[in-house]
């Protein structure tokens, strides 16, 4: 490496732990709690599980190991990874492509965390105590089509997500995540306990694991296929990101796969808690984004402890949504910082700004221009659309192409060798899937998901 293209001094991640923390307290956020159980609902359930879980194992783990190894070897925000790693080529470009689609998400993320804040308030003001189904239905709709209280939150989550990430990767993100993961974990399990409890769950679990293949869409492949990608943080960067500040000596593949594990774990405990209660409760599995918000109350309602669990759990979604939130912030800020060089700090607060702005037109697209809508989606819904099952997949393909073809097996060896052992069958598999097998995957859902079979 010639002397001028040494990087600077870049942040490096403490420890092992460390590394595992932030790189699930990104997977895990509000993608497990909220989006997942809320899609299963719309998409039929068991099936859109099992499609969901396939692509998890087969694309997402390799495509993961392959984001670690991308940002590792290069140091580098997600542009200049590759342009790093293939200089002089339009690689580059899906760098940017990562850098867009980490503005959308967040945009309509931070609306989603905005509300489990506020339902941390209506927790501890008792505001579920005795009221049906039917009215935290309603509830839940009123809030979200205001136009003030929906922003205020949303504003003050933003302001916490750049407070964090102007802190910097291991005073900030390394240390919350540290915390604060297994808590969430408990609480989830001790959920799933009263859910499997309450008098008619059955079905739910019915629901969630007996499979009916013939209710399954294009579009529902399409959506298992962007939420394997959503769940597990894949497609834009965040894992080349995140893998610039991994040490040499960490084993990337054991901390993949014990990501994607903890990540999908995590996604069935949800699914777990939820749809046992929406059938106890009479709920429709496919009532879409408010899922989470109108079931869970009704299961707080219905345990002892309840007022507690409830103030504990929404504050633990915030918190899980705060360690992804900062991870696609990291993405843009990385990118200020090193390509367009400017400080951290005035990075933060530009990006912050450019995506809360994008933000309070999501929210509002829920109440004051629903009926501003782009393909029957209004905003919120769009960005979600177009960066999950879009530039997402769009990312994973051309990220397995980098490495299954412009790589090749040498550079894979050297970096794979560095903290790991593979064995030389394991790294065959590895390569394959990402010549053939994914990226044909993902050509294939995605076309069809587009309709164009
Ligand atoms: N994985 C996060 C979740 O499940 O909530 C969301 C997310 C974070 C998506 C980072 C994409 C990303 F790059």
Redesign the pocket.
Known sequence: MKLDKIPPVRDVFSSKMGVIAAAAG???????????PYITGVYGGAAFLFVYLGFIALIGLPIMLSEFMIGRKSRSNVFGAFKNLAPNSPWKYVGLLGVA??VM?LSF?GVVAGWSIDYIVKSVTDSFASKSPAELGSMFTQFIEKPGLPIFYQLLFMLMTMAIVIIGVKDGIEKYAKILMPVLIVIIIILDIRAITLDGAKEGLYFLFHPDFSKLTADGVLSALGHA???????????ITYGSYIGNQNNLAKIALQVTVA?TLIAILAGIAIFPAVFAFGIEPSSGPGLVFITLPNVFQQMPGGFFFSILFFLLLTV??LT??I??LE?VVAYFREELKIKRTLATILATVMISIVGVFCSLSMGLFKEQTLFGLNLFDLLDWIS?NML?PLGGLFISLFIGWYWGRKSIEEELAKGSKLSRGLITAFIFVLKFIAPGAIAIVFLNGLGVF
């Open positions: 990104s997977a895990v956020g509000l993608g497990n709690i909220w989006k997942f689609a980490a998400i993320y990608f959503f769940s597990l943080s894949l497609g834009m960067g965040t894992l990540d899980a949504a992804s939130s991870s696609i993405v999950a997402l």
